[in-house]
T-cell receptor
Framework: KNQVEQSPQSLIILEGKNCTLQ??????????LRWYKQDTGRGPVSLTI?????NTKSNGRYTATLDADTKQSSLHITASQLSDSASYIC?????????????FGTGTRLQVTL | GAGVSQSPSNKVTEKGKDVELRCDPI?????LYWYRQSLGQGLEFLIY????????KSGLPSDRFSAERTGGSVSTLTIQRTQQEDSAVYLC????????????FGPGTRLTVT
């Protein structure tokens, strides 16, 4: 069982609409939780990074929330644009003392349509 | 400045052949990571280099996989006697230091083993 579960697997929304992507994790204790955006054929690009003490972090139209008690995070996208079409990956980072171990979710594939 | 670059962008090889994948990290970044992204799967950690320290090889799936980093810069991931299950996108990332917090990903090398 993956230690980082994302839902939904895929999502189609109309341009201008909002959406929320979910991430549940079992990795603990963790150093930080990250959301990445991965365009097709490209490497992931960081959107937000939150430590366990942070509840929310925004980056433009992207807002990530974190509930360390329930081990859940969400990424909210406001006023979606066609360019938001991509895979969104939740990553939990564990510092082991010798390296940072990243555990990746399988991602949510978002398609924004006209 | 230039980001992380990887070459080749695409590689098709016959089963049983050896392949070498190259990663050029961002200049000055001491930490370098290799990941594998199989179709429909999350990114899988392979190996981590930090400065002159011994690499963390805990993610390498078999002894057919090896990597080296010369002069603390360019890294090469070698897969010997390739198998069809090795087909995936291989991503390299670098960060300024062990804890990051930011990892910058390259565009990846898509490996297809026929």
């Amino acid at each position: 069982k993956n230690q980082v579960e994302q839902s939904p697997q895929s999502l189609i929304i109309l341009e201008g609409k909002n959406c929320t992507l979910q991430c549940n994790y079992t990795v603990s204790p963790f150093s930080n939780l990250r959301w990445y955006k991965q365009d097709t054929g490209r490497g992931p690009v960081s959107l937000t990074i939150m430590t366990f003490s942070e509840n929310t972090k925004s980056n433009g139209r992207y807002t990530a929330t974190l509930d360390a008690d329930t081990k859940q995070s969400s990424l909210h996208i406001t006023a979606s644009q066609l360019s938001d079409s991509a895979s969104y990956i939740c990553v939990v980072v564990l510092n082991t003392g010798t390296a940072s171990k990243l555990t990746f979710g399988t991602g949510t594939r978002l398609q924004v349509t006209l | 400045g230039a980001g992380v670059s990887q070459s080749p962008s695409n590689k098709v090889t016959e089963k049983g052949k050896d392949v070498e994948l190259r990663c050029d990290p961002i200049s000055g970044h001491t930490a370098l990571y290799w990941y594998r992204q199989s179709l429909g799967q999350g990114l899988e950690f392979l190996i981590y280099f930090q400065g002159n320290s011994a690499p963390d090889k805990s993610g390498l799936p078999s002894d057919r996989f090896s990597a080296e980093r010369t002069g603390g810069s360019v890294s090469t991931l070698t897969i010997q006697r390739t198998q069809q299950e090795d087909s995936a996108v291989y991503l390299c990332a670098s960060s300024l230091r062990r804890e990051g917090p930011e990892q910058y990903f390259g565009p990846g090398t898509r490996l297809t083993v026929t």
